[in-house]
């Protein structure tokens, strides 16, 4: 379960990093080891990039074949809808880590 739980979270962190800021979060995050790179800071810090970047449909495309989602379907006109989705589970993960949810 709690396997099943890392994994999650560590794909939940991949779609949240897009745009120019997204190498600089990765960067970032493995700078610190896999034990420290999803602290809620990290997540925090990570959505806030994703956030500024979540109108750019090539930004979602881009994660998404990083992290081998199927994007060619998503309506790029609908972008925001994706953004709802990331936010819903960026919040899970903060409440999983006992943190509190943006």
Not at 8 to 33: E, F, M, P, R, Y
Not at 46 to 63: E, V
Request: hydrophobic share 40%; aromatic share 6%.
């Amino acid at each position: 379960m709690i396997k099943i739980v890392n994994i999650s979270i560590v794909a939940l962190t991949a779609v949240l990093l897009t745009g120019c800021q997204t190498s600089n979060a990765i960067k970032n995050a493995s700078s610190d080891g896999m034990a420290n790179m999803f602290t809620c800071d990290k997540i925090e810090t990570t959505f806030d990039a994703y956030d500024q970047d979540k109108n750019s449909f090539p930004a979602l495309q881009q994660i998404t074949d990083m992290v081998g989602i199927d994007s060619s379907n998503f309506d790029s006109s609908n972008t925001a809808s994706y953004f709802s989705m990331v936010k819903t589970g960026v919040n899970t993960a903060l409440m999983l880590k006992g943190c509190p949810a943006m």
